[in-house]
């Protein structure tokens, strides 16, 4: 008899029970930079990475944690770290960020944007951006597109987007990218954040064929981490309660993380899209191509790049 195949908008719910890949490989002496290591995937993420002996330039906006988590980094790893803080909601920030890197590293073996958010509500930057677009896309958007020549110069060298299965509820409307006409939800609002991060890679990764660069994203799992945590106590409550239960160990999404931007099987592989591990097909909302280009030009625009 026939085996049941799931639709491809579905398969996710398969991939999600799979056995997920793990790397062996070291990354001794290699610079990673990566947003959002304060917390949940990003936190999980940096653990495995010093492990395996990479040297790590995080930018984080919590310089506490940021200082607890450098040294314990340090001291059990014994692998350099340095702290850039950033709040990714200003792109003024994202830009100080980069320039500092630009001038301090001659190397970058990887970029890693992380750092995510997820409101109930809308709320808006000073650039006037809705704070969930700009933290989850224009930022991570400006990042790459200001690190990328000296990505390419320390080629071979890999960019991982993390992104979401929530791409899926998509929510992205071009005339209304900060939602000043239509009425915000958490998870619409969410998923044009995470479908705009994913229709621009198609872009970059075409733009960066050949040069040596790889840029590839990712679901990391659904795991109990603190997103979320800044909305109200009912949405706090109910995330506690009911969905919390549901997820699991980030632990899973380092290890996964890991073996996207270390593996030597990884080495070649460009544009694609994966859950945890196993390479999936992304909604169809998020393979349009000519939305990608107009997508691709807007956020260069909003992030004053041209
Ligand atoms: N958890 C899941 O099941 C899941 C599923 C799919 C995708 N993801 C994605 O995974 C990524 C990490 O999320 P998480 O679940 O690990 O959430 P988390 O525990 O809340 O971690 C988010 C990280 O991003 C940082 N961040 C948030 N807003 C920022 C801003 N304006 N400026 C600078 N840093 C900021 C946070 O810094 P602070 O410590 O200062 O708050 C923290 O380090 C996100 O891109 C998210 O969309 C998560």
Known sequence: MARFQLPDELIFLENRKRPQKQSTALMTGKLVVITGATSGVGYQAVQQLAK???????????????????????????????????DLSDLHDVRRAAEYILKTYPRINVLINC????????????????????????????????LLERLKESAPSRILQINS???????????????????YTGLRGYGASK??????????????????VTIN?????????????NNGLIYRLFRRFMINP???????????????????????????????????KPAKHALDRQLGKAIYLISKELTGLK
């Open 52 to 86: 395996n002996q990479a040297n790590l330039v995080m930018i984080n906006r919590n310089a506490e944690r940021s200082a607890l988590l450098k040294n314990q980094l340090q001291s059990e790893y014994g692998i350099k770290v340095d702290v850039v803080l950033a």
């Open 115 to 146: 750092a995510g958010m997820h409101v109930t509500r809308a709320t808006y930057t000073e650039q006037g951006y809705e704070t969930v677009f700009c933290v989850n896309h224009l930022s991570s958007f400006l990042l790459t597109e200001l």
């Open 165 to 183: 299965e929530g791409h899926r509820f998509n929510g992205l409307d071009i005339d209304d990218l900060h939602w000043k006409k239509r009425f």
């Open 195 to 212: 479908t705009a991060q994913l229709l621009t890679l198609w872009e970059t990764n075409e733009a960066i064929r050949d040069t040596g």
């Open 217 to 229: 994203a990712m679901h990391p799992g659904d795991v109990k981490t603190n997103i979320g945590s």
């Open 246 to 280: 549901l997820l699991g160990d980030p632990k899973i999404s380092g290890e996964s993380i890991y073996y996207l931007v270390a593996d030597p099987a990884m080495e070649n592989v460009s544009g694609k899209f994966y859950h945890l591990t196993v390479e999936e």
